[in-house]
C-alpha cells in the first residue's frame, strides 16, 4: 500500500517524498489508521521493519490536527525508549517527518547536562521522547507536565525489562492521565512483555507483522565455527575477504569492544567502539562519523546498538554469540531494514555452540555455516568439571591481579608519604633560626648601617 493511500495529510506525504519513502512497510500499513483511529495497539515487529514511522507518522497527524488553533503549546505525546540512542534516532525521524508542520518535539536522556533540556521544556514541547530515569528526574524537578498528554509510546518494551526498566515503568504509568491512548511495541512477546502490556493498554488492537522472535528475509545469515584463540584472525579474515562496505561487529563486553578496536587499528582499519562506558558525547561523534562513512568499522555491545540506524548498512557481525537468544534477534535487525538486504556472519567458538543451537531454536531455522576457511574450529567445548576448573583458575588470576594492583597502589602510596616527610625535614633545616621570639623585633642589616654611619 502507498502512503497517500493511508489518509496523511499532505504536509506530511511532501516529507515522506523527500526521504523518497512511497510505499508504506507491513507494520506501516496496519498501524498507521488504528493510531489515526485513537485505539490503543499491541505491536510485534522485529527492528528494521519500519516501526518508528508507524507510531510517529499518525502521532504527528494527530497532533497537528488537534493543536491547529491553539496558541499554548502543550505536552501531548511521550515516547520512551530504553536507550539514548534510540530516543535520539525516533526524534531525528520526528524532525524529518513534522517538517512542513511546526510542531515543537523533543529528545531527552541522562548522561549529559540537563540545562538545555530544561530550556526547551519551558519553551513548551508537543512531542517529547525520553529515557526512563531523566524523565521521571525532570518531572520530580517539575519540569514534566503530563497533565495534558493525549499518546503515549513504550517502544521496545523487552529490552526495557531486560535493561531492569521495570518499576520506572510501573512509577510513569501512575503519573499519566487515565484517559490517553497508548501504544506498546516489543521486538518479542514473552509472558512477562503481556502481563506488562495489560497494565498499559485498554481493549488493544494486536498487530503482528511477524512471527515472534523472527528474523527479517531480507537478511541472509552464516556462521564461522572457529577456535577461541583464531577469533580475531577469523574476524580479519573475514572483513578481507566478504566485506566492501561498513560494517557493524558486536561484542559481548566493553572491554572487548575496546580490545577488537585497538586490534583493528593496528591493521590499519579505521574503527570506532561505542559503548556504556563512553560518554554520551563520544557515542554521539563516533554514530555521526559512522553514519558519514568516516569510520568503516562501528564494534558495539548489545545496550548501545539499540538506535544504531544506518542507511542500507549492508553487513553485521557477530563477534561473540549472545547468550540470549533474542539479543540475536535485535542485533541483525541492524542490517537488512526497510526492505534492504543484508547479510549477519556470526563468528562461534566451541564455549558457544550451545548459544547457535538456542538462537536456531527461537528464530525457527538453521544458520548455514561456512566450512571453506582457514580457521577451522577444532577444540571441543569443555566438559562441566572442566568448566568448573577453568573458571576456578580464572578467578584465581582475577584475584592475583587484584592483590598486584593494591600492593602497587600501596607502595605509591608509601613512597608519596615518604617524599613528603622528606621535604618536611629538609625545609626545617633551611629554616634553622626558626620564628623571630615574641616580642622581639627581626635584625635589619640596612637600618643598622645607618645608625652606625650616623
Same mark, same amino acid.
Given at each position: 500500500?502507498?502512503?497517500?493511500?493511508?489518509?496523511?495529510?499532505?504536509?506530511?506525504?511532501?516529507?515522506?517524498?523527500?526521504?523518497?519513502?512511497?510505499? &508504506?512497510?507491513?507494520?506501516? %500499513?496496519?498501524?498507521?489508521?488504528?493510531?489515526?483511529? *485513537?485505539?490503543?495497539?499491541?505491536?510485534?515487529?522485529?527492528?528494521?521493519?519500519?516501526?518508528? &514511522?508507524?507510531?510517529?507518522?499518525?502521532?504527528?497527524?494527530?497532533?497537528?490536527?488537534?493543536?491547529?488553533?491553539?496558541?499554548?503549546?502543550?505536552?501531548?505525546?511521550?515516547?520512551?525508549?530504553?536507550?539514548?540512542?534510540?530516543?535520539?534516532?525516533?526524534?531525528?525521524?520526528?524532525?524529518?517527518?513534522? =517538517? !512542513?508542520?511546526?510542531?515543537?518535539?523533543?529528545?531527552?536522556?541522562?548522561?549529559?547536562?540537563?540545562?538545555?533540556?530544561?530550556?526547551?521544556?519551558?519553551?513548551?514541547? @508537543?512531542? #517529547?521522547?525520553?529515557?526512563?530515569?531523566?524523565?521521571?528526574?525532570? @518531572?520530580?524537578?517539575?519540569?514534566?507536565?503530563?497533565?495534558? #498528554?493525549?499518546?503515549?509510546?513504550?517502544?521496545?518494551?523487552?529490552?526495557?525489562?531486560?535493561? *531492569?526498566?521495570?518499576?520506572?515503568?510501573?512509577?510513569?504509568?501512575?503519573?499519566?492521565?487515565?484517559?490517553?491512548?497508548?501504544?506498546?511495541?516489543?521486538?518479542?512477546?514473552?509472558?512477562?512483555?503481556?502481563?506488562?502490556?495489560? %497494565?498499559?493498554?485498554?481493549?488493544?488492537?494486536?498487530?503482528?507483522?511477524?512471527?515472534?522472535?523472527?528474523?527479517?528475509?531480507?537478511?541472509?545469515?552464516?556462521?564461522?565455527?572457529?577456535?577461541?584463540?583464531?577469533?580475531? $584472525?577469523? #574476524?580479519? @579474515?573475514?572483513?578481507?575477504?566478504?566485506?566492501?562496505?561498513?560494517?557493524?561487529?558486536?561484542?559481548?563486553?566493553?572491554?572487548?569492544?575496546?580490545?577488537?578496536?585497538?586490534?583493528?587499528?593496528?591493521?590499519?582499519?579505521?574503527?570506532?567502539?561505542?559503548?556504556?562506558? +563512553?560518554?554520551?558525547?563520544?557515542?554521539?561523534? &563516533?554514530?555521526?562519523?559512522?553514519?558519514?562513512?568516516?569510520?568503516?568499522?562501528?564494534? &558495539?555491545?548489545?545496550?548501545?546498538?539499540?538506535?544504531?540506524?544506518?542507511? +542500507?548498512?549492508?553487513?553485521?557481525?557477530? !563477534?561473540?554469540?549472545?547468550?540470549?537468544?533474542?539479543? !540475536?534477534?535485535?542485533?541483525?535487525?541492524?542490517?537488512?531494514?526497510?526492505?534492504?538486504?543484508?547479510?549477519?556472519?556470526?563468528?562461534?567458538?566451541?564455549?558457544?555452540?550451545?548459544?547457535?543451537?538456542?538462537? $536456531? =531454536?527461537?528464530?525457527?531455522?538453521?544458520?548455514?555455516?561456512?566450512?571453506?576457511?582457514? !580457521?577451522?574450529?577444532?577444540?571441543?567445548?569443555?566438559?562441566?568439571?572442566?568448566?568448573?576448573?577453568?573458571?576456578? $583458575?580464572?578467578?584465581?588470576?582475577?584475584?592475583?591481579?587484584?592483590?598486584? @594492583?593494591?600492593?602497587? =597502589?600501596?607502595?605509591? $602510596?608509601?613512597?608519596?608519604?615518604?617524599? =613528603?616527610? %622528606?621535604?618536611?625535614?629538609?625545609?626545617?633545616?633551611?629554616?634553622?633560626?626558626?620564628?623571630?621570639?615574641?616580642? +622581639?623585633?627581626?635584625?635589619?642589616?640596612? +637600618?643598622?648601617?645607618?645608625?652606625?654611619?650616623?
Amino acid at each position: 500500500m502507498k502512503f497517500k493511500d493511508l489518509k496523511l495529510t499532505e504536509p506530511i506525504l511532501r516529507a515522506l517524498s523527500d526521504k523518497n519513502y512511497k510505499k &508504506a512497510t507491513p507494520i506501516q %500499513e496496519k498501524a498507521i489508521p488504528v493510531v489515526l483511529d *485513537g485505539s490503543d495497539i499491541l505491536g510485534s515487529a522485529q527492528t528494521g521493519t519500519g516501526k518508528t &514511522a508507524a507510531f510517529a507518522i499518525p502521532i504527528i497527524q494527530r497532533i497537528s490536527q488537534a493543536d491547529r488553533d491553539s496558541k499554548k503549546i502543550k505536552l501531548r505525546a511521550l515516547i520512551m525508549t530504553p536507550t539514548r540512542e534510540l530516543a535520539i534516532q525516533i526524534d531525528e525521524n520526528i524532525r524529518e517527518y513534522s =517538517k !512542513y508542520l511546526g510542531l515543537k518535539h523533543l529528545v531527552i536522556f541522562g548522561g549529559v547536562k540537563q540545562g538545555k533540556q530544561v530550556k526547551k521544556l519551558q519553551s513548551g514541547v @508537543h512531542i #517529547l521522547t525520553a529515557t526512563p530515569g531523566r524523565l521521571l528526574d525532570l @518531572h520530580n524537578q517539575g519540569f514534566v507536565d503530563l497533565n495534558d #498528554l493525549k499518546i503515549f509510546v513504550l517502544d521496545e518494551a523487552d529490552r526495557m525489562l531486560d535493561m *531492569g526498566f521495570i518499576h520506572d515503568i510501573k512509577r510513569l504509568i501512575k503519573l499519566l492521565p487515565r484517559k490517553r491512548q497508548s501504544l506498546f511495541f516489543s521486538a518479542t512477546l514473552p509472558k512477562n512483555i503481556i502481563k506488562l502490556s495489560q %497494565e498499559i493498554l485498554e481493549n488493544p488492537v494486536k498487530i503482528e507483522v511477524a512471527q515472534t522472535s523472527s528474523t527479517a528475509d531480507t537478511v541472509a545469515q552464516e556462521v564461522y565455527y572457529t577456535n577461541a584463540n583464531s577469533k580475531r $584472525e577469523m #574476524l580479519l @579474515h573475514i572483513i578481507e575477504q566478504r566485506i566492501d562496505d561498513q560494517v557493524l561487529v558486536f561484542s559481548r563486553t566493553k572491554h572487548g569492544a575496546d580490545k577488537i578496536v585497538r586490534f583493528l587499528k593496528s591493521n590499519n582499519f579505521n574503527a570506532a567502539a561505542i559503548h556504556g562506558n +563512553k560518554s554520551q558525547n563520544q557515542r554521539q561523534a &563516533a554514530l555521526k562519523d559512522f553514519k558519514k562513512s568516516q569510520i568503516q568499522i562501528m564494534v &558495539a555491545t548489545d545496550i548501545a546498538s539499540r538506535g544504531i540506524d544506518i542507511d +542500507k548498512l549492508q553487513y553485521v557481525i557477530n !563477534y561473540n554469540i549472545p547468550n540470549i537468544a533474542e539479543d !540475536y534477534v535485535h542485533r541483525i535487525g541492524r542490517t537488512g531494514r526497510a526492505g534492504e538486504s543484508g547479510l549477519a556472519i556470526s563468528i562461534c567458538e566451541s564455549e558457544e555452540n550451545v548459544f547457535i543451537r538456542n538462537v $536456531e =531454536k527461537l528464530i525457527g531455522r538453521r544458520i548455514p555455516a561456512v566450512e571453506d576457511h582457514p !580457521y577451522p574450529q577444532t577444540q571441543q567445548p569443555m566438559t562441566e568439571r572442566q568448566k568448573k576448573e577453568f573458571n576456578k $583458575e580464572k578467578e584465581r588470576k582475577k584475584r592475583e591481579r587484584i592483590a598486584q @594492583h593494591r600492593a602497587r =597502589k600501596k607502595e605509591k $602510596e608509601e613512597r608519596r608519604s615518604s617524599n =613528603k616527610s %622528606e621535604s618536611k625535614s629538609s625545609s626545617r633545616r633551611k629554616d634553622k633560626s626558626g620564628p623571630t621570639p615574641k616580642g +622581639k623585633k627581626p635584625w635589619n642589616f640596612k +637600618k643598622s648601617r645607618r645608625r652606625k654611619s650616623k
